[in-house]
């Protein structure tokens, strides 16, 4: 049995970190952080997660900065990231794509929907990690 596939869910509402944890935990190693400063520390420590999903309103360093750190970092550009945001503005949602974003999802979210997005994000990422 393959280890399940690890993700790395950044949110600063701990009811929206507990209810993703207890939804994602099923079927993949979950870890939580409350902001994208938290989550680049984490990252820094040598943790890489196999796809990230954040907000992007968060205190101390935004989804969308945490976002473009990401996508200027050598190490960290290719780690798949899904947006799980209130923030509807379509500029955001363009900035967000332009830095790579998979997809953006709108709070409330269908959890079932997600877990899909999520398991096609992944496989995708396989296929071209196994054509590289």
């Given at each position: ?20 944890s ?39 360093m ?16 290719n ?54």
């Amino acid at each position: 049995m393959s280890k399940p596939k690890r993700i790395l869910v950044i949110e600063d509402h701990k009811a929206l970190r507990i209810l993703l944890s207890g939804i994602l935990k099923k079927n993949f190693d979950v870890t939580t952080k409350v902001n994208g400063l938290d989550a680049m520390a984490y990252l820094a420590s040598g943790h890489i997660p196999d796809i990230i999903l954040l907000d992007v309103e968060m205190p101390k360093m935004d989804g969308v900065g945490l976002i473009n750190n990401l996508a200027c970092s050598g190490f960290f550009k290719n780690i798949p990231i899904i947006v799980i945001s209130g923030n509807e503005d379509q500029a955001t949602k363009e900035k967000c794509y332009n830095l790579g974003v998979k997809h953006y999802f709108n709070k409330p979210f269908n959890p079932k929907t997600l877990i899909n997005k999520i398991n096609e994000v992944l496989e995708v990422e396989n296929l071209l990690l196994i054509a590289s």
